[in-house]
């Protein structure tokens, strides 16, 4: 008999993902959960997913981090041109993923706060261990996530500098070419 080998990921504690179903574009509902929820989002590189038909998608990201012993934020867009990275039942568009330890007061303030933001149809907590794909979701954004931190930090080595905006440069190139295509 032949032993399957299991990955096996880590206990999700300390992250709490509210789901947003909206019609608004990504850059919208992020002005607006700024301006709600007092954060700082910013649009950094989208993530880029491969499926089974080698058909390229580009899921939008945005990041937040409130400083040193405070929460990291992520809003994460799960359907792009229509193609889903997963099905989410409600119908969810978009995820915000929460790190660190946040109150259970503070956090249904939030989901409030969110649907109050017109064109806003549903935002609920969503359960880790109910949603299945999940956790795969979030290893990826956290991997995006410490590429990005790492591109940022490079941008500030001088040295590295040149060769930071070259590749940055020519990211962008290469979207340009495939949304005009």
């Not at 119908?91 to 649907?115: A, H, M």
């Amino acid at each position: 008999m032949v032993k399957k080998n299991k990955i096996q990921f880590a206990p999700i504690d300390d992250i709490q993902i509210i789901g947003v179903s909206t019609s608004l574009m990504d850059y919208k509902l992020a002005w607006h959960l700024n301006g709600k929820l007092k954060l700082n989002l910013v649009r950094h590189g989208n993530i880029e997913l491969e499926n089974e038909s080698e058909i390229k998608s580009l899921y939008s990201f945005y990041y937040y981090n409130a400083g040193e012993n405070s929460n990291t934020y992520n809003l994460v867009s799960l359907i792009q041109n229509g193609i889903p990275w997963m099905k989410v039942r409600p119908r969810t568009d978009f995820l915000l993923i929460i790190r660190n330890t946040i109150t259970v007061e503070k956090l249904k303030d939030y989901i409030e706060s969110i649907r109050q933001i017109k064109q806003i149809n549903h935002a609920y907590l969503i359960d880790v261990n109910k949603i299945k794909g999940i956790v795969e979701v979030i290893d990826t954004v956290e991997m995006h996530e410490i590429d990005i931190l790492k591109e940022m930090a490079e941008r500030f080595d001088p040295r590295k500098r040149i060769e930071v905006l070259r590749k940055s440069f020519e990211k962008e190139k290469d979207m340009l070419k495939k949304e005009m295509s």
